[in-house]
C-alpha cells in the first residue's frame, strides 16, 4: 500500500487530500483546506508551510502530487500563485518524498474523462471514486483529484516496485 498526498496550491486556500493505493484500489485517507493566515505575503506563506508540516507529520504520505501552474492574465495574481506552489512543493520536499506535477487539464482528464471539466464535475467524479468521503470543498476535491491521477500515472505504482525490490 502506498499513501499519496495531493496538493491544490493556492494563497488563501491550498486545499490538500490524502488517500491510500492498493494495487488498483484506491481508499480515502483525509482531505482539508489550509487557509493562510497574516496580514502580509511573508506571514501568509509561513502560515501556509507550517499548516502543511503538520499534515505531513500527522499522515506520513510516501508519495506527493501538486498541480502545475497556469499562466494567466494577471501577472501578479500568477506570480503570488506560484508562491504558494513554492511552499506546496516545498514541504514534501523537505519530508524527501519524490513530488510528481500535473497540469491542471492533465487532471481532470484522467478523473472525469475531459480535460476542461468545471469542478462540479471533479468533486461528483472524485466522491465516485473514492465513496464515503466527506470532502471539506472544493480545492479539497482538487486536492484529492491530483492525488487520484498520481495513483493513475505510475506514482504509486513505481514507489511500489522500489519498495519492493528494497525489500526482497
Known sequence: MIRIIGIDPGLRNMGWGVIDVAGSRLSHVANGICVSEGVDLGARLLSLHAQLTRIMVTYRPQSAAVEQTFVNKDGAGTLKLGQARGIAMLVPAQAGLVIGEYAPNSVKKTVVGVGHADKGQVLHMV??????????????ADALAIAICHAHHGGAGALAQAIAKASA
Open 127 to 140: 466522491r465516485m471514486q473514492l465513496p464515503g468521503a466527506e470532502i471539506a470543498g472544493p480545492d479539497a
